[in-house]
């Protein structure tokens, strides 16, 4: 069965330095998002992306944060200098397509960020 | 504005009793989608059940069964006969035309431990 993958699994980094999240979609879907999961939190919508734009985004995702989909099949978020409050659970998710009976999302394993 | 909530933080039962899980949510939308999702200990988002807020249908899926009621803006969800692997915190959550449905509103969560 397709998935959603993530990589990596864990990051760990230092305050003030970028990093990049990776996630390969399922293949033929077409709307991927990001969320985030403070530890022991509850999961919050980051931002959603289709067509090669930005279609959706929250306020927690502001000027440090950047997405995109480079080639084909990868979907990356970005934060530029990360601070100790981005450490979390950052769960990459994609969907087929818009539609009353036919939109789920469906959720990677996640990378736990751990800033420093 | 959108909003799910989930008032059980934690439930405890013994393997076999049923449980049942509750979510109240609130929206202005007239169409709308609501979802569980479960989080086992491993972290990852694992999609249970979708509904549309046109389909009061309940649902039964093998232990799984779920119970959507407008009038209440509930969407409750049961598990019978409990097992140590339910083991997990489940989520709701609430996606809505007026985005359209680009972004999951989760609820807290309700982490549900079974024991032996």
């Known amino acids: 069965e397709p998935e959603v993958t993530q990589t990596p699994s864990h990051q760990v980094t230092q305050m003030g330095q970028e990093v990049i999240l990776r996630c390969v979609p399922i293949?033929?879907?077409?709307?991927f998002y990001w969320y985030r999961q403070i530890l022991g939190q509850k999961v919050e919508f980051l931002v959603s992306?289709?067509?090669?734009?930005?279609?959706?985004k929250s306020e927690i995702f502001d000027d440090q944060f950047s997405v995109e989909r480079p080639d084909g099949s990868n979907f990356t978020l970005k934060i530029r200098s990360t601070k100790l409050e981005d450490s979390a659970m950052y769960f990459c998710?994609?969907?087929?397509?818009?539609?009353?009976?036919?939109?789920?999302?469906?959720f990677g394993p996640g990378t736990r960020l751990t800033v420093l | 504005a959108q909003k799910v909530t989930q008032a059980q933080t934690e439930i405890s039962v013994v393997e076999k009793e049923d449980v049942t899980l509750d979510c109240v949510y609130e929206?202005?939308?007239?169409?709308?989608?609501l979802f569980w999702y479960k989080q086992p200990p491993s972290g990852e988002l694992v999609f249970l059940i979708r509904r549309n807020s046109f389909d009061e249908q309940n649902e039964i899926s093998g232990r799984y069964s779920w119970n959507f009621q407008k009038s209440t803006s509930s969407f409750n969800f049961t598990i019978t006969a409990s097992q140590v692997v339910d083991s997990a915190v489940y989520f709701c959550a609430l996606s809505e035309a007026n985005t359209g449905f680009q972004k999951l509103v989760f609820g807290t969560g309700t982490r549900l431990l079974v024991s032996p």
């Open positions: 293949s033929n879907h077409l709307y």
């Open positions: 998710a994609s969907s087929p397509q818009r539609g009353l009976n036919t939109d789920t999302q469906y």
């Open positions: 992306f289709y067509n090669n734009e930005i279609s959706e």
């Open positions: 929206t202005r939308d007239t169409t709308y989608y």
